[in-house]
């Protein structure tokens, strides 16, 4: 069975410090690749996703980047965090064919202190 | 502009009620997804649903796509605590093989 494993469940930086939240998938080969922000209680903002290695497709200008250096392993970064950046971060994965289901990671809350 | 509109977006109610949550566009999309999440976790897949006028049971859950597939909605029977959590719906449009997501619905269900 697949299985989605993000990390760190909750991570507090200070203002200017760097970021990397990682994901990675089991069971499944070429995934697609998510990664969301949500607002306390609210619905999800696509910021990056990725349909191949290296192939990475930002939907949101920000102060963040990803990257797929592996089949089934994304990850989110920031060289300089800002206090607008935190939030819970979801990572997901779909199997790519027509009206796929996500199936997601369970979160990671960034407090940037 | 959200392309899908969840309402109500806050719904607080007592054990054994019944409730409806609602998922309204103006555009076609292939299919509507709903989720559910719990607090601190990411959402989790509750059913698809691809044709025009699809009902769909999932025990005290039923979900309905709009014959038109613009439109879906969520129908809890006998609302139990456990029932709690935010619901999202998501559709794939035709054209873009993109989610698109509503904003929410947060449920509480009172004992």
């Known amino acids: 069975s697949q299985t989605i494993h993000q990390w760190p469940a909750t991570l507090v930086q200070p203002v200017g410090s760097p970021l990397s939240l990682e994901c990675t998938v089991e069971?499944?080969?070429?995934?697609?690749l998510y990664w969301y922000r949500q607002a306390a209680g609210r619905g999800l903002q696509l910021l990056f996703y990725?349909?191949?290695?290296?192939?990475i497709s930002s939907e949101v200008p920000q102060n963040l980047s990803a990257s797929r250096p592996q089949d089934r392993q994304f990850i989110l970064s920031s060289k300089k965090l800002l206090l607008s950046d935190s939030g819970f971060y979801l990572c997901?994965?779909?199997?790519?064919?027509?009206?796929?289901?996500?199936?997601f990671g369970n979160g990671t809350r960034l407090t940037v202190t | 502009t959200q392309l899908l509109e969840q309402s109500p977006q806050f719904l607080s109610i007592q054990e054994g009620e019944n409730l409806t949550v609602y998922c309204n566009s103006s555009?076609?999309?292939?299919?509507l997804q709903w989720y559910r999440q719990e607090p601190g976790e990411g959402p989790v897949l509750l059913v698809t649903?691809?044709?025009g006028g699809e009902v769909k049971k999932l025990k005290r859950l039923t979900f309905q796509f709009g014959d038109a597939r613009k439109d879906s909605s969520l129908h809890i029977t006998a609302a139990q605590p456990g029932d709690t959590g935010l619901y999202l719906c998501?559709?794939?449009?035709?054209?873009?093989?993109?989610?698109?997501w509503g904003a929410g619905t947060k449920l509480i269900i009172k004992p």
């Open positions: 998501a559709g794939y449009m035709d054209s873009n093989y993109q989610l698109i």
């Open positions: 649903v691809v044709t």
């Open positions: 069971g499944t080969s070429n995934p697609n």
């Open positions: 555009s076609v999309f292939s299919s």
């Open positions: 997901a994965w779909s199997g790519g064919q027509g009206n796929s289901p996500l199936h």
């Open positions: 990725s349909i191949g290695i290296g192939q």
